[in-house]
């Protein structure tokens, strides 16, 4: 029983924008049962700026902030300042679980430091595969090295328990939650409509034309496949009914054929990376959502978005088998024939647009928890 035992110490370790969304509202949940939860939070500062504006959304002042990121470097290197910065960390915080996210650099850093001191690690959207080890990269070899330092596994999906369990995994230890993603943009969704949050006046924006919304930062499109794309949105911002959104990621393999392409040309807008609240703002008032991005894929479907993805395999199929999600890779002529179809026909739109989502429904973080204890109390 709960009253048995302590309450366990928890350490949240991530690092970047996704990982901090899906994340803050498992640990509030938890911060909100403090009989049963003593939680911290360590942050790598991964994506530094982007992971910041997060934790102010969420309200979130991490414990540990190792602040690893240096212009410039490689994987192994951060790989390599993660670890070292995070073992003094978890000798200090003793946790008797760390949780870890998704497929990050931090995630494979958080779960393999805490395995090489001994401590337990639970995986938050555990069982994603494209089956791939190339693409995405590096993150699907982050996720499969993960799920091997992984005691508890807490799964968006049947289908994702299902791989893990193909893959040799204990089914005692496979935990079915949804996904933790949807918690969060419900919350923000619902602050947003009440009031108790504040999006952008968003002036810019013309309402009589279709808001697209785009998103694209993968690196297995860096080169030839960021130009495909460019040619493709230059090619949709030229109808006149059509206005186009594009927060820029920071990366300069993003910003150079995007800029170069694409800057000044009327109906697209070329905007800054977006804070989280705002963003969703911008989701919320979109026609049709455009992306490379893992998280809007889970995200679009409770926002009633039709969402094409520009990647040619995704660890996320149950959108795509559900009709919310369509893959059309980044072949130029692809992107704007598909795209083009839904902006002009409503019922298209319509029918990929229900609200529909097969990563949850907002409870999330409260099945994350209650496994938690479950397994602590055993």
């Not at 939860?37 to 969420?58: E, K």
């Not at 996720?143 to 328990?161: N, Y």
């Not at 800054?272 to 998280?295: C, E, I, K, N």
């Amino acid at each position: 029983m709960i009253g048995e035992v302590s309450p366990t110490r928890v350490l949240f370790i991530f690092g970047t924008r996704p990982e901090a969304i899906k994340l803050c509202p498992v640990l509030l949940h938890m911060r909100g049962r403090p009989e049963e939860f003593a939680v911290q939070t360590c942050v790598t500062g991964q994506h530094r700026a982007m992971l910041d504006q997060v934790l102010g959304a969420f309200q979130v002042t991490p414990e540990y902030d190792l602040d690893v990121m240096l212009p410039g470097q490689t994987l192994a290197q951060s790989t390599a300042r993660i670890l070292l910065k995070l073992e003094p960390v978890l000798r200090e915080a003793a946790p008797d679980l760390v949780i870890v996210q998704g497929d990050t650099t931090s995630t494979l850093a958080g779960a393999l430091g805490a395995f090489y001191q001994g401590i337990p690690v639970g995986h938050v959207e555990a069982g994603l595969r494209t089956g791939d080890m190339r693409e995405p990269f590096p993150e699907e070899m982050n996720r499969v090295v993960t799920t091997r330092l992984t005691a508890l596994h807490f799964a968006p999906t049947s289908l994702a328990a299902g791989r893990l369990a193909a893959e040799g995994v204990n089914c005692e230890r496979i935990f079915v939650t949804g996904n933790s993603g949807i918690d969060a943009v419900l919350y923000i969704r619902d602050a947003l409509i009440s009031g108790a949050a504040k999006g952008p006046a968003w002036e810019e924006l013309d309402a009589s034309k279709k808001l697209v919304v785009v998103t694209a930062h993968r690196r297995e499109s860096f080169g030839p496949g960021f130009e495909r794309i460019c040619r493709a949105l230059a090619r949709l911002a030229d109808r006149k009914d059509v206005q186009i959104a594009y927060p820029v990621h920071r990366n300069p393999n993003v910003m150079e054929p995007v800029f170069r392409l694409l800057e000044g040309r009327p109906n697209l807008l070329l905007l800054p990376p977006q804070d989280y609240v705002p963003f969703v703002d911008l989701m919320r008032r979109a026609a049709l959502l455009l992306t490379d991005s893992g998280g809007i894929q889970e995200e679009g479907p409770s926002l009633g978005k039709p969402i094409l993805v520009m990647r040619d395999k995704t660890e996320r199929p149950e959108a795509v088998q559900a009709g919310t999600v369509r893959l059309v890779g980044t072949d130029e002529e692809t992107i704007v024939r598909e795209a083009s179809r839904l902006l002009d026909s409503e019922e298209e739109r319509r029918a990929m647009s229900r609200v529909h989502n097969p990563y949850g429904d907002g409870q999330a973080s409260r099945r994350i928890a209650d496994a938690i204890t479950a397994w602590r109390s055993a």
